[in-house]
């Protein structure tokens, strides 16, 4: 398994097994020999199990890859909360993931740093991502996002979390590679 697999499992297994919406990952030009040409390899490998491997941002020295399985991030951005966010950073309503992603997309162009409604996409639920636009030192507890509402939620949240990422981690650790693991996932 190469050290790009190895990046996407640890920090996009929950997406690809599609039990969070979306993750995120920052990746370095200098650690990688081609770093467009594996995200495209890994893609098309991932493609057929509806997992998108998606450039946010490309500044030259970092790629932000957005990683999520299709349906999973559709239902997301489909949920009343998330539309109601997003309407009100300016997404145009009634368009598809990608015009959504696009748009997101654009946020990081404008150098602006990360914009914050991409928990959305991530899967943080609409009251935290508030909270956290209204007083971001102010959340009630820390862990894979600030959560600024329901506390026993996001714990059980978390909690399942840690157990899916110990499972994919003990299958990288046996050798599986990205697309053994999730190309049968959910």
């Known amino acids: ?3 790009f697999e190895k990046i996407l499992g640890q920090h996009c297994g929950l997406a690809m097994v599609g039990i969070k919406a979306a993750n995120l990952v920052c990746l370095k030009h200098k650690d990688f020999a081609d770093i467009h040409g594996e995200i495209c390899l890994l893609g098309e490998a991932l493609s057929p199990a509806g997992i998108v491997l998606r450039v946010l941002d ?3 020295n970092r790629i932000l890859l957005l990683v999520y399985r299709e349906k999973a991030l559709e239902q ?3 949920e009343p909360d998330a539309r109601r966010l997003l309407t009100r950073f300016g997404y145009p309503d009634g368009v598809g993931v990608d015009a959504l992603i696009d748009r997101l997309s654009g946020g990081f162009r404008k150098g602006g740093g990360f914009p914050h409604e991409i928990g959305i996409f991530l899967g943080y639920p609409a009251e935290d991502v508030i909270g956290f636009i ?14 600024y509402g329901d506390v026993n939620k996001a714990k059980e949240t978390f909690a399942r979390y840690e157990k899916c990422s ?16 999730f190309a049968k996932a959910i």
């Open 1 to 3: 398994m190469s050290t």
């Open 58 to 60: 490309d500044n030259g």
């Open 76 to 78: 997301r951005l489909r």
């Open 134 to 147: 209204r007083n971001p030192d102010g959340c009630k507890m820390c862990g894979a996002w600030k959560v």
């Open 166 to 181: 110990a499972a994919i981690k003990r299958r990288m650790d046996r050798g599986d590679d990205l697309k053994t693991i």
